[in-house]
């Protein structure tokens, strides 16, 4: 049967900083041929105007942290035929996912004046720990160039085209000599997803993990890497609690530190 009219695009905010929904309005020249491919029906960020569902491809922005949440991701995931997850939070619970370490009804006793105000669930999990996600995109922020790549993909009906392997391969593509091994600068490119264009052991700096887990991370090897660096435990443990912390071979590798 002929489609009518554009596909429709919906953009989802769950809890996060929207750091990621800029990614697509920071798109500039690709947003206009964004916006000519689909018709953008949802997208809070940049307009008032919905209209209605369903919507052929969503994205999704944001952990679910609260029972409202944790039951409206279920409409959003009947509302889309494909449904991508974007950003750390959105596909590991995010920097927030720190409580999932402790004890959240602790932290609200301390952080609120009225605590019996607050609701909300005792961790901080990715969108797919509560319905079927398409794909995931990385990053914290995603790469805007990869958030094209991905909407261009379903648009077209082809997986998307993104890259599996580490940090490692970016730096040696770009030329940028090791920290790690010329610096003993402790670095987790070598665990860390692709897709950022190795940007910060190009200024010298090791990468701290904002696009997550590579495929089959070896994190106990890089970790015995960084204790010859002489990083101590507790520091080990914290390197891998950052925006990825709940992203599972993050959290294994961090556990395995903690005293
Ligand atoms: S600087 Fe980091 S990401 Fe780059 S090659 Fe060395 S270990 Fe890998
Ligand atoms: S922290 Fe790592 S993944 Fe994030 S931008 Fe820097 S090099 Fe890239």
Redesign the pocket.
Known sequence: MARRGKPKLAVWKFASCDGCQLSLLDCEDELLAVAGAVEIANFYEASRAVVKGPYDLSLVEGSITTPHDAERIHAVRRASKFLVTIGACATAGGIQALRNFKDVKEFISIVYARPEYIETLGKSTAIADHVHVDFELRGCPIDKHQLVEVISAYLHGRKPNTPAHS?CVECKRRGTVCVMVAQGVPC??PV?QA??G????AYARG?????GPKETPNTVSLSGWWGHLGVSQPDLMRAFRGFNAYAEAFRKESERHEK
């Open positions: 940090v987790l490119g860390t897709g950022c190795a940007i910060c052991p990468c701290y993990g904002c696009f």
